[in-house]
């Protein structure tokens, strides 16, 4: 491999273990290259940015982002966590199974860990600290829970996903969300074991009749954000609008039912609103620029075929490429988040992955799932940190359970996934017709 390219993968690494923004990270990797590299005119690097820019998929992105931020803001992630706590909430842990499974629907509508984070954790904390819930553990529960938005469609992660690849966005969607599922068993099963000797207070047990009125009572008021991911997941599978048309939609939806439906917003807060999302969006698009810089040069130093050699003179052994290639991704996602893990891995991986003889779909969910991994995975653990900070407890608090999650609940679901292809690869048949 050529000395300067492996000099810029170690500046790449060592701006990302100091902490610099990740945009930067990508930035100086860049600027190493041009400054130093052989290239010639590398106006062709600056056009290979914006050529990637230029894609009608990536307008989805800012639009499920902006969507996710109307609903947090707008009363809607409350109304879904009463809902699941009226069903299901008066069992014992019950409200971590709240925020399971409200993280699980959230998903459905931004797409993004970070925003599950933000919008889950700042309502849900509190709430299980009042009950007895160690801050510590709660705050740790959301970093996990908060992944299944890159499991549970539709996904920017997947998005991305099948933009760099050229893979059908429709099954990269699909294929994660049978794993997805079994990660919300898992969880769920290990809040209950380590609940066990919380000092939680529970509340009082209610007749059968009392919590059916209740039930239907928060689901009328949480009926309106409960739409959002039906129509969303409707009009893309159903053939009326392509994901990015569904962000739209959704956007559309969500501006009236916050501000006229409950009333949580006016127009003011929702400038404010797509002010963060534009911050958040802009961020996004300036890695993606750099990143697809950085990908252009690395592709044309036959990057992808030096690491497929460097594995292959390991193994040519299936399975090893797969359980290496999966090393590879956990420590990419406990440096980066998973957009700009994604960027950088998928398609770097990708020939491994074709070599080991798995599919681009399957693919999909094996890196969705690493990447979730190591966004919890300590010492680095991004999301662990964002948690933390939205919780405002310290991370030493958060490794043990940090730990028992990603050990016993997002390790099997990663092998799992990378050795069952029919996990990931059932429901894009099925409804797609794949095979």
Request: with cysteine; net charge neutral.
């Amino acid at each position: 491999m050529n000395p300067l390219i492996l000099m810029d993968a170690g500046l790449l690494s060592l701006l990302l273990v100091i902490g610099v923004p990740v945009p930067f990270c990508f930035a100086g990797a860049v600027l190493l290259l041009m400054l130093f590299g052989d290239f010639g005119s590398t106006s062709f690097l600056i056009g290979a940015g914006f050529n990637k820019l230029n894609s009608i998929v990536l307008i989805a992105i800012p639009l499920y982002i902006l969507a996710g931020g109307i609903m947090g803001s707008g009363g809607i992630a409350t109304r879904l966590i009463d809902l699941a706590d009226s069903m299901i909430g008066r069992l014992r842990g019950g409200l971590g199974l709240v925020l399971i499974v409200t993280a699980a629907v959230f998903g459905a509508i931004s797409g993004m860990a970070s925003s599950a984070v933000a919008a889950i954790g700042t309502v849900m904390i509190p709430r299980m600290v009042e009950r007895g819930y160690d801050r510590g553990y709660a705050a740790t529960l959301v970093a996990a829970s908060s992944v299944l938005a890159l499991l549970i469609p539709p996904s920017a992660s997947m998005i991305l996903y099948g933009w760099v690849t050229g893979t059908s966005i429709l099954a990269c969607f699909l294929a994660p969300i049978v794993p997805g599922l079994i990660l919300v068993s898992l969880l769920a099963g290990w809040n209950m074991i380590m609940t066990r000797k919380m000092p939680i207070r529970q509340p009082e047990p209610a007749p059968l009749r009392q919590v059916g009125t209740e039930v239907i009572f928060r689901t009328k008021k949480a009926a309106a954000g409960l739409m959002m991911p039906l129509i969303i997941l409707g009009f893309i599978y159903g053939g009326i609008t392509t994901p990015t048309e569904a962000a739209a939609v959704a956007v559309v939806y969500a501006i009236p039912i916050a501000i006229y439906v409950y009333r949580e917003m006016n127009w003011k807060d929702m400038g404010q609103v797509f002010w963060r999302a534009a911050q958040t969006s802009g961020v996004l698009m300036i890695m993606i620029f750099f990143a697809s810089m950085l990908g252009r040069i690395w592709t044309l130093e036959n990057v992808p075929q030096d690491i497929l050699e460097s594995f292959l003179q390991v193994s040519d052994n299936p399975i090893v490429l797969l359980l290496l290639a999966n090393l590879f991704l956990m420590i990419i996602g406990m440096f980066m988040e998973d957009v700009s893990g994604i960027l950088l891995a998928a398609p770097l991986l990708l020939p491994v992955m074709t070599q080991a003889g798995v599919d681009p779909i399957h693919f999909a969910a094996i890196i969705a799932t690493n990447l979730g991994m190591g966004l919890i995975t300590p010492p680095t653990a991004p999301l662990l940190y964002f948690a933390a900070l939205i919780g405002k407890t310290s991370l030493s608090g958060m490794l043990k359970p940090a730990l028992v999650f990603v050990l016993f609940a997002y390790l099997p679901v990663v092998l799992l996934t990378t050795f069952v292809p029919a996990l990931s690869m059932w429901l894009p048949n099925l409804i797609l017709g794949l095979n």
